[in-house]
């Protein structure tokens, strides 16, 4: 049975602090001396006040909670604070559609980075600094997620990590997660402040900084301008936000160990990370030789464009500097695979994660190996620690639901008449958090146009990616409701 009083304190004490935020872009308006600031503080007000009578009603519920508890908890958090994140933007009118609001907002909290707004270079600063704060709310939500919380209900392929950082407590989440978050805030709020640093000091304004800054480290990808990253067409810049997106799309466990140790022998150990860095070199050299055999153009500016394109999908970023869908077909299906890879477990990176792509690797290495040495006995590890059957039945589990969830929105999409390439890149883009498709909602173009139906379907694909499937799939299951 489901501990709904636990389930809705916790959910209070997340709105109110959701709520909460919403005064900041309020401070940004006031401080540009922009009109919308009352827009945040009445959804602020609202926010909150939901949230207190929630915490109230709740706070003297016992505070434990099981694994089906964390499913719905976790469900309910991003699906109601993807609700109320719309509110300011609808408030303000300058997204008139609640669904176009919510479908921003949706794609700020699930760090997808699609967007349906356009003419960001005049748009208000109270705005933009709200759709990247929500991207990197939403990063943070992620890690937790991804780190404190996933492994425990059996998903994400980081069981084997378990007992990696602090705060474990056999199925009881609330102290894993108190635990956990504390000690990933301050490795977030660290990286963060180093990346709005740099690009502070190579170009960007203190505004743009902060936002970007937000944005890249979230592996999200909203940007301030029409052009995206590519508005500052500065070498500079570049090659720091290929670093600091790597840094985003990199188990935060590891950037956890390496600041406590002051050593880097965490990042040459683990072979999802080696893994992950050298397909994206090995990727991004690939595309530079196609894209220069295309051209005849063998520059260091294309192969800082190849890599920055590169690191800027598998990572599921989104950002773009120029419109790679136009340099060969070779290069847009590269894209739309490495789009699927994602970045690491334990990231803001979405996609299915180098871990899964590696077990899937070593699976089918196995299975190879047996067919010639029927006796051989094949044990599969990574970083030394056995994986156990359980983890690999979860991990197929999980890339069959994937591909299956992708195959149904892309049929849906078409059924409303959007072409297919559009379709199949768009739900590609929004199940992986990566944003930017191919055609119309490619890094050129966006989502305005896209049905409303269709909207709050791609809404729906960024949750269940976003949540790693199981985790909206499991509270929509009949047996989940019954006793």
């Known amino acids: 049975?489901?501990?709904?009083?636990?389930?809705?304190?916790?959910?209070?004490?997340?709105?109110?602090?959701?709520?909460?935020?919403?005064?900041?872009?309020?401070?940004?308006?006031?401080?540009?001396?922009?009109?919308?600031?009352?827009?945040?503080?009445?959804?602020?007000?609202?926010?909150?006040?939901?949230?207190?009578?929630?915490?109230?009603?709740n706070k003297g519920a016992p505070k434990t909670l099981n694994h089906k508890d964390g499913f719905m908890l976790t469900t309910l958090t991003w699906l109601i604070m993807g609700l109320l994140g719309a509110?300011?933007?609808?408030?303000?009118?300058?997204?008139?559609?609640?669904?176009?609001?919510?479908?921003?907002?949706?794609?700020?909290?699930?760090?997808?980075?699609?967007?349906?707004?356009?003419?960001?270079?005049?748009?208000?600063?109270?705005?933009?600094?709200w759709r990247a704060l929500l991207q990197w709310l939403g990063g943070m939500g992620v890690v937790v997620l991804a780190i404190a919380i996933l492994p425990f209900l059996g998903i994400g392929g980081m069981q084997i990590y378990k007992t990696e950082m602090a705060g474990v407590v056999k199925d009881k989440l609330q102290p894993r997660m108190q635990e956990?978050?504390?000690?990933?805030?301050?490795?977030?709020?660290?990286?963060t402040a180093m990346c709005a640093t740099y690009y502070f000091m190579f170009g960007m304004g203190a505004f743009d900084a902060i936002c970007h800054a937000f944005t890249t480290i979230a592996t999200g990808g909203f940007a301030n301008y029409d052009n995206s990253f590519g508005h500052y067409d500065t070498p500079v810049l570049e090659w720091g936000c290929i670093f600091f997106m790597l840094m985003g799309g990199a188990n935060f466990a590891l950037h956890y160990t390496a600041l406590h140790r002051l050593s880097l022998k965490g990042y040459k150990k683990d072979q999802e990370f080696k893994?992950?860095?050298?397909?994206?070199?090995?990727?991004?050299?690939?595309?530079?030789?196609?894209?220069?055999?295309?051209?005849?153009?063998?520059?260091?500016?294309?192969?800082?464009?190849?890599?920055?394109?590169?690191?800027?999908?598998?990572?599921?970023?989104?950002?773009?500097?120029?419109?790679?869908?136009?340099?060969?077909?070779?290069?847009?299906?590269?894209?739309?695979?490495?789009?699927?890879?994602?970045?690491?477990s334990g990231s803001t990176a979405g996609g299915l994660k180098m871990m899964r792509v590696m077990l899937i690797?070593?699976?089918?290495?196995?299975?190879?190996?047996?067919?010639?040495?029927?006796?051989?006995?094949?044990?599969?590890?990574?970083?030394?620690?056995?994986?156990?059957?359980?983890?690999?039945?979860?991990?197929?589990?999980?890339?069959?639901?994937?591909?299956?969830?992708?195959?149904?929105?892309?049929?849906?999409?078409?059924?409303?008449?959007?072409?297919?390439?559009?379709?199949?890149?768009?739900?590609?883009?929004?199940?992986?958090?990566?944003?930017?498709?191919?055609?119309?909602v490619g890094p050129a173009g966006n989502y305005s146009h896209v049905p409303q139906t269709a909207k709050v379907l791609l809404c729906f694909s960024m949750v269940v990616g976003r949540l790693e499937m199981f985790t909206v799939l499991v509270v929509l299951s009949p047996g989940f409701w019954r006793r």
């Open 275 to 344: 893994l992950y860095v050298i397909c994206l070199l090995a990727i991004s050299v690939a595309v530079f030789i196609s894209w220069g055999l295309t051209l005849g153009n063998f520059a260091e500016a294309s192969f800082r464009e190849s890599l920055f394109s590169v690191v800027s999908v598998a990572t599921t970023t989104g950002y773009a500097t120029l419109d790679y869908e136009h340099w060969s077909s070779f290069v847009c299906m590269t894209m739309i695979i490495v789009m699927c890879w994602g970045g690491c």
């Open 87 to 129: 509110m300011p933007l609808y408030f303000t009118g300058i997204v008139p559609s609640f669904i176009d609001a919510a479908f921003e907002s949706f794609s700020g909290l699930t760090t997808t980075g699609a967007t349906v707004l356009t003419g960001l270079d005049d748009m208000s600063k109270g705005i933009l600094f």
């Open 180 to 191: 956990t978050a504390k000690l990933l805030w301050g490795v977030y709020l660290f990286i």
């Open 361 to 440: 690797a070593k699976q089918g290495q196995r299975e190879l190996t047996r067919l010639m040495h029927p006796r051989s006995i094949q044990a599969m590890k990574i970083n030394g620690i056995p994986i156990s059957e359980e983890v690999r039945q979860t991990v197929w589990s999980f890339v069959g639901l994937f591909f299956a969830v992708f195959a149904v929105l892309t049929m849906c999409l078409s059924f409303m008449g959007i072409p297919m390439i559009e379709a199949f890149s768009a739900v590609a883009a929004t199940i992986t958090s990566a944003g930017p498709g191919l055609g119309e």
């Open 1 to 57: 049975m489901l501990n709904w009083g636990a389930i809705f304190h916790i959910l209070g004490w997340l709105m109110g602090g959701f709520g909460l935020a919403m005064l900041i872009p309020a401070g940004v308006a006031l401080l540009y001396h922009e009109t919308i600031w009352l827009s945040f503080i009445e959804s602020s007000i609202l926010t909150c006040f939901i949230g207190g009578n929630l915490m109230f009603l």
